[in-house]
């Protein structure tokens, strides 16, 4: 195959350019679709916004709301916790205190336990 045979070949397969105004209206055709898809994307609503799950959100908002209303119950100076559990003391918190005490306890239970 020599040249001119070739050109001949690869002249057939280009495609004729279109006429100007068919290249135009295709080009308004497609700038006015793009233009409706922006205009649909521009709106949105509150649901769009809170897109990932309603449901969390709201649940979020809930323990926030708790959590600022203990604050605000504890600088109030009303109590969270219930009667019925007194505060432990400081020194029972010390490892060493705990420790002392559990053996305390230990030596009272054997000595009962060795009477009986």
């Known amino acids: 195959m020599n040249d001119d045979e070739l050109k001949a ?10 006429d100007d105004a068919a290249q135009s209206a295709a080009l308004n055709r ?5 233009g409706r898809c922006e ?22 908002a809930a323990i926030w709301v708790l959590v600022f209303a203990r604050d ?3 600088s ?3 109590q969270s916790e219930p009667a019925a559990i007194a505060p432990v003391p400081s ?8 420790h002392a005490e ?11 336990q ?3």
């Open 91 to 98: 020194q029972s918190r010390n490892p060493f205190f705990v």
């Open 72 to 74: 605000f119950a504890a």
């Open 39 to 60: 205009e649909t994307q521009a709106r949105w609503t509150w649901q769009d916004w809170l897109w990932p799950s309603p449901l969390a959100w709201g649940v979020l």
């Open 102 to 112: 559990y053996q305390e306890l230990l030596r009272q239970f054997q000595q009962t």
């Open 76 to 78: 109030r100076g009303v």
């Open 9 to 18: 070949r690869l002249a057939k397969l280009r495609v004729p350019p279109c």
């Open 30 to 34: 497609a700038l006015d679709a793009l």
């Open 114 to 116: 060795s009477l009986r």
